[in-house]
T-cell receptor, first 113, second 116 residues
Framework: DAGVIQSPRHEVTEMGQEVTLRCKPISGHDYLFWYRQTMMRGLELLIYFNNNVPIDDSGMPEDRFSAKMPNASFSTLKIQPSEPRDSAVYFC???????????FGSGTRLTVV | AQTVTQSQPEMSVQEAETVTLSCTYD???????LFWYKQPPSRQMILVIR????KQQNATENRFSVNFQKAAKSFSLKISDSQLGDTAMYFCAFMKLGDSNYQLIWGAGTKLIIKP
């Protein structure tokens, strides 16, 4: 398996633009997580899915953020409109058994200018 | 609510030395999992080692081992014969059992620098 695949690896966009981050979890993993990492706040859980259904989105900072999982092999995190304070590394992770923790993707470094 | 504390923001040791990173946690749960993740400069988060709370035996993975003290709620990571490639941020994390909650509770991390 190729692991959790995220794209793009880097994204630079102007304030006000829409940004879409993509994630392909490991096949067979029922849980998918979106995290944001910044120097100031560390790792923050934004939302997670179980069997494509959002379970907890309490970490989504505001209505500008939305996440979807249309099928077991694909998820998106969208920011519209983007703001400079959204600049961070966004990680996707998946899991099949909590005993083994999560497998993370390589992350997307988002810079909003 | 569970919390995880890593009291060492940064550590540095010479290559080949042994280093121990500390982690304490606060929970009223009896059954849970503990993890150490490594994040090198490449930024990929990599699972280093895991421990089930119901197991008394400390987990080991090659040069990595843990000292799990359940009563003290302590979960330290020992790296033996440290290598330059061990330079990374290390995060301790907690996950409780017993329900469908799959959330990891994270420490703030320890930056480990291995010097040549």
């Amino acid at each position: 398996d190729a692991g959790v695949i995220q794209s793009p690896r880097h994204e630079v966009t102007e304030m006000g633009q829409e940004v879409t981050l993509r994630c392909k979890p490991i096949s067979g993993h029922d849980y998918l997580f979106w995290y944001r990492q910044t120097m100031m706040r560390g790792l923050e859980l934004l939302i997670y899915f179980n069997n494509n259904v959002p379970i907890d989105d309490s970490g989504m900072p505001e209505d500008r953020f939305s996440a979807k999982m249309p099928n077991a092999s694909f998820s998106t995190l969208k920011i519209q409109p983007s703001e400079p304070r959204d600049s961070a590394v966004y990680f996707c992770a998946s899991s099949f058994d909590r005993a083994y923790g999560y497998t993370f993707g390589s992350g997307t470094r988002l810079t909003v200018v | 609510a569970q919390t995880v504390t890593q009291s060492q923001p940064e550590m540095s040791v010479q290559e080949a030395e042994t280093v121990t990173l500390s982690c304490t946690y606060d929970t009223s749960e009896n059954n849970y999992y503990l993890f150490w993740y490594k994040q090198p400069p490449s930024r990929q988060m990599i699972l280093v080692i895991r421990q089930e709370a119901y197991k008394q035996q400390n987990a080991t993975e090659n040069r990595f081992s843990v000292n799990f003290q359940k009563a003290a709620k302590s979960f330290s990571l020992k790296i033996s014969d440290s290598q330059l490639g061990d330079t990374a941020m290390y995060f301790c994390a907690f996950m409780k059992l017993g329900d469908s909650n799959y959330q990891l509770i994270w420490g703030a991390g320890t930056k480990l620098i291995i010097k040549p």
